[in-house]
């Protein structure tokens, strides 16, 4: 089965700084990775996703994740954040690439950003 | 991007009371919804899959008479909360794929049983 770990409940990161959020996931075949976003009010958003070749994925809002398989890692980075980034953020798998694939989140991520 | 809405976003009720909770993508069609349970500071658990015409498929563990689920059409599903006791609390989360897409997540309903 499969599982992904986000080992930081909360971080607390200053405006402009960098931000990482870490992911680590455990599934036996090639895994279909994502990030969400989901900020009070609204949905969860797609940030980014990654299905195969290059490791390192852009995404929107100017984040970015790059994929370790020897890590089994997809941790989620952006340069320097804005207050606007605040909210909760979560990672996800996959067995496929396809829209109506059951996801398995972890626990999420809730990301503080002070002045 | 598409849009799935839910409505109520908010909903108190007392114990034994059964609540419906519905989700609606708005601007494109869904033959497939997921409905999603979300504990405070605890993941998204996948509940069960609705199917337009069709009964809804559960995960294991949750209850099927319990949560009761109905896609009405293809752009409405609603979840009700039969008998609902002060641990059925929580908030709950649809969503709707495209399958040559993404899942496309409502904003969630928090259901708090007195």
């Known amino acids: 089965a499969q599982s992904v770990t986000q080992p930081d409940i909360h971080i607390t990161v200053s405006e402009g700084a960098s931000l990482e959020l870490r992911c680590n996931y455990s599934?036996?075949?090639?895994?279909?990775l994502f990030w969400y976003v989901q900020s009070p009010g609204q949905g969860l958003q797609l940030l980014l996703k990654?299905?195969?070749?290059?490791?390192l994925v852009q995404g929107i809002k100017g984040f970015e994740a790059e994929f370790k398989r020897s890590q089994s890692s997809f941790n989620l980075r952006k340069p320097s954040v804005h207050w606007s980034d605040a909210a909760e953020y979560f990672c996800?798998?996959?067995?496929?690439?396809?829209?109506?694939?059951?996801?398995?989140f972890g626990t999420g991520t809730r990301l503080t950003i002070i002045p | 991007g598409a849009v799935v809405s839910q409505h109520p976003s908010w909903v108190i009720c007392k114990s034994g009371t059964s609540v419906k909770i519905e989700c609606r993508s708005l601007?494109?069609?869904?033959?497939?919804m997921f409905w999603y349970r979300q504990f405070p500071k605890q993941s998204l658990m996948l509940m069960a899959t609705?199917?337009?015409?069709?009964?809804?498929?559960?995960e294991q563990g949750v209850e099927k008479d319990k949560f009761l689920i109905n896609h009405a059409s293809l752009t409405l599903s609603t979840l009700t909360v039969t008998s609902a006791h002060p641990e059925d609390s929580s908030f709950y989360i649809c969503s709707a794929p495209v399958v040559t897409d993404t899942q496309y997540f409502g904003p969630g309903t928090r259901l708090t049983v007195l």
């Open positions: 599934y036996g075949a090639t895994p279909y």
């Open positions: 990654y299905f195969s070749g290059d490791t």
């Open positions: 996800a798998v996959g067995r496929t690439n396809f829209g109506n694939e059951k996801l398995t």
């Open positions: 601007d494109f069609q869904a033959t497939t």
């Open positions: 609705s199917n337009e015409g069709s009964k809804a498929t559960y």
